[in-house]
Structures are given as C-alpha cells and as structure tokens.
C-alpha cells in the first residue's frame, strides 16, 4: 500500500486557496494532494466536508492556580477531548508558578500533568509573574532556549501585574531570546480605583465586573504595552482585544512600524456586558476579563477580523464550574463580584462560532477561516508549517468540516470540565465532524474513537519571526 489513508473527495483548505484534492498519509505525515493518489490501507470519503487544517488554539487555560480555593474545571485529559471535538489538532496552554515555585519547576508540573493524558498536541507558552535575578538571568533564559519560545505578561491581577519597568526587563530578555511577549493589557491601578468605588455604593453584582473594567482601561494599557515594546525593540502580541478603541491603538502603532499582532476571541464578536446582568448569579457565568463590552465594539472586532487587522482567532478557554464554591460560586463572590473568578469555556465552540457567524453570514472567507484559526497561529508562534496547513510534508491534522450541519450549542453535549457554556442556545450553521491528529482519526462523526491519548509537546523556536 502506497498510504496509511486516504481521504477523498473533499475541498481543501489553506490560508490562501480552496481546491478539490484526495489527501495521502503516511506515518502521520501529508505525503501527497492531488488526484487517483493510488492505495491505501483505509479510505475516508469526504465528498461534500471541507479539509481544514485542524484547528490551533493558542490561547487557552488548563489546571493553572487560580485563586485560593478555586479549581480549573479542565484537566488535560478533559481539555484535550473537549478542544478535538471542536475541531483543534493543537492548543497552548499557559504554565503559571504556584506561589513556591520557580518557573522551571512549574513549568517541569505541567509537562508531568499532560504527559500521556491529552488526546492532541500541546505547546506551552509561560506566564511570567516573578521577576526576579533569578527568573530574568537563568529560569526564563533557559525555558525560552528549551522551546518555550513565548510568554505571556499582565498588567493586571494582584501578584500578576508587573510594573512597567519590569515589563521592559522581560521584554529584553525576550529581544535576546527571540521570544514572543504576549500582554494581557487592563490597568490595574484604574480597575482598583472603579471596583472601590463601585463596591462603596453596593454595586456587587456580576455585572459590574463589566462596569469596572470600561474600554479605556483596557485602550490606555495597550498603548502603554506597545510604547514599552518600542522602547525595548521587541514585537509583541496583544492578546483578547475586546473593543475598537484598543484596536485603533494597535493601527496607529503599526503606522509607526511597530510589529504588534492582535487576537481576539468568540466573547467579543457574540457577547454583551448586558449578559453579565443576567437575573440572580448568572452573570458570573460571563465574567471574563476584559469583559465583553457592546453591540458596537462587536462590529468594531468584526470589522478587525474581516480587514485582516487580527490575524489571531483564540477561544481563551479559561473554565470554572458555575454551580461550585471552588468554581464561580467561590466563598465571598456574592458579596463581590472583585472574588468570582475570572474566565470562561471555550475551546469547543470557538471554531463552530467562527465558521458560523463569519464564513455562512458571508464575512470572512474559507480562507481567512484558516488563517484566523490554525495558520497563522503555527507560524506567529514558531510552529509552521508542521503545524497549521494542509501541504505535502506538514502533519496530518486535519479537521472534516461539515458546512451544512445545523445545531444548537447546549452543555449537553459538550465535553469539557466546566458545567454550562455561555452559548447554551447558540444556532450554528457547519461542525467538524471528523478530526485527524498526526494521522490518526480521534474524532470519527462526531465520536471519540481512539482514545490513546497520543499527542505530544511540541518544543518551538523563533528564530525567524515571520514580517
Ligand atoms: N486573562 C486571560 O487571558 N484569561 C482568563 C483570565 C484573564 O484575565
Ligand atoms: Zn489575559
Ligand atoms: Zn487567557
């Protein structure tokens, strides 16, 4: 036999053409796209789907410390299964230190935590929250030349924000190790100041989770992180930009020259902060940060997304159980939203979102789809084009996409940890049906069907980061 596999029949996609072509797999590898491939120990026919290259989410939270008394609803194994379902061949998670620890034993914790239990693979980026001499001269140095190429900053959080002056020195270790620096952007101090205020007055629902972090918290720290990232000489990511205005930031730093990349998320194209005053607790189910804002920041992401200014589509899933004291019901959340816990689940529905609301509703192109979820994921983080195409040499994770199957999200049948989703009766037009990682079929119709849990860790470098 010429193939392990072939799949035939279906319209394949990349990130700049859509063409009809049968797939050859050997070893886990794309070995051929073209027309009578020949043999093959097995054939999946896929005449009507759409080949995707599989998804890539390169912004999502599994088992990190969230908060005394509060637990993450994913574990690897549930996290992994949950984002294939969805359609993912990768995601990226986040390796943030317990309170004891230095970045490299977290960082060793979570290589144990995800050996052997994730259904796809797994590339870590680092939260950096500790700078110290020792994390500047050795830990970060070292986990950046290990294939840990990318770390993620906050300006917000107590005991996560770092100053501006020691951004700038993470930034320079960065520049020295060609790494990415991926900046969650709110004022700390400015979110401080509302929630005071805001709690002085008996304002404590959910809702003013959304109240206290206003558009220009989040649009004065994405100036300031791209004014310290010119300073530095470093590119950087601003990752979930909610709102216009943070974007308008990151056209005029372009304008300048500065290389700033953007992402946004499904929150921010489909939610309101009216859905965090949803009667009772409810709300709490959308507190996430920076919260979801309104109809016209919506268009202003939309807008972002279809003229190419995100070349980043992530989930940000970052769950917690709903109905749990060490989830959002946490001890003290309702007598302050300041103690829910931020974060919501996503990886599932992130792609069906997207495909839905922008490729049917005729926004986005089949093309800017894979762009937006798999390419330029793989090659802003250093892992194209292993990763995130659909060529001769690239692995063969492939997401069968079925553009005219009709659902409703419902927590029913999702699978992660967490025990609601924010879309629960969310109609979405196109789901991925079937799922290839490396190779292998995981998910076969909607089924988990090898449950070997063989993906891996993929270590990267970026030495060339793409202009
Ligand atoms: N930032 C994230 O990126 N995810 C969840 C919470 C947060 O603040
Ligand atoms: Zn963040
Ligand atoms: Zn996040």
Redesign the pocket.
């Known amino acids: 036999m010429q193939y392990d596999l072939i799949i035939k029949g279906a319209e394949v996609v990349s990130a700049s053409d859509v063409s009809r072509a049968d797939i050859g797999i050997q070893d886990g590898v794309i070995k051929a796209l073209g027309l009578d491939l020949g043999d093959a120990a097995r054939t999946l026919e896929a005449e009507g789907l759409y080949a995707l290259p599989g998804g890539i989410d390169s ?1 999502v ?1 599994i088992s990190q410390p969230s908060g005394p008394g509060i637990v993450m609803a994913d574990d690897f194994e549930s996290a992994t299964r949950s984002a294939v379902f969805g359609g993912n061949t990768t995601i990226m998670p986040f390796c943030l230190a317990e309170d004891d620890q230095n970045l490299r034993e977290a960082v060793d914790d979570y290589h144990e935590k995800a050996s052997g239990n994730c259904h796809i693979d797994v590339s870590f980026h680092l939260i950096v929250n500790k700078v110290d001499s020792q994390t500047l001269g050795q830990h970060l140095p070292a986990l950046l030349e290990a294939g840990h190429s990318s770390f993620k900053v906050f300006m917000t959080y107590p005991g996560m924000r770092l100053s501006d002056r020691e951004i700038l020195d993470v930034m320079a270790v960065a520049k020295r190790h060609c790494a990415m620096v991926m900046v ?1 952007a709110e004022n700390e101090d400015a979110i401080d100041f509302l929630r005071d205020e805001a709690e002085m007055v008996g304002d404590i629902a959910p809702y003013h989770h959304a109240t206290t972090r206003p558009v220009p918290v989040e649009r004065e720290a994405t100036h300031r992180a791209i004014s310290l990232a010119e300073i530095a000489g470093v590119p950087l990511t601003i ?2 930009v909610s709102n216009g205005e943070a974007l308008d930031e990151i056209r005029r730093a372009r304008l300048r020259g500065v290389r700033v990349h953007a992402e946004t998320c499904p929150q921010y194209l489909t939610l309101t902060a009216q859905d965090l005053d949803r009667t009772g607790f409810e709300g709490a189910k959308y507190v ?2 920076p919260p979801p804002r309104d109809e016209a920041n919506q268009a202003a992401c939309w807008a972002g997304l279809e003229q190419g200014e995100f070349e980043l589509y992530s989930s ?1 899933h ?1 769950p917690f159980v709903f109905d749990s004291n060490s989830g959002k019901k946490v001890e003290g959340s309702e007598r302050s939203f300041r103690h829910i816990p ?2 919501i689940p996503g990886v599932e529905t992130r792609l069906p979102i997207l495909f839905s609301e922008g490729v049917v509703k005729g926004r986005i192109s089949l093309s800017q789809f894979a762009a937006l979820t798999a390419t330029n994921h793989a090659k802003l983080y250093g892992l194209y084009p292993a990763k995130g195409t659909l060529a001769v040499g690239s692995d063969a994770d492939i997401t069968l996409w079925d553009p005219a199957y009709q659902t409703t999200i419902r927590q029913s049948d999702l699978h992660h940890g967490s025990d609601y989703t924010p879309w629960e009766g969310f109609g979405i037009t196109g789901w991925p049906i079937t799922t290839l990682s490396r190779g292998q079929v995981i998910v076969e119709n909607r089924q988990l069907v090898n449950k070997d849990c063989h993906g891996k860790h993929l270590a990267r470098s970026l030495p060339g980061l793409p202009d």
């Open positions: 912004h939270h969650h990752v979930h996430c940060s940000d970052c931020n974060g």
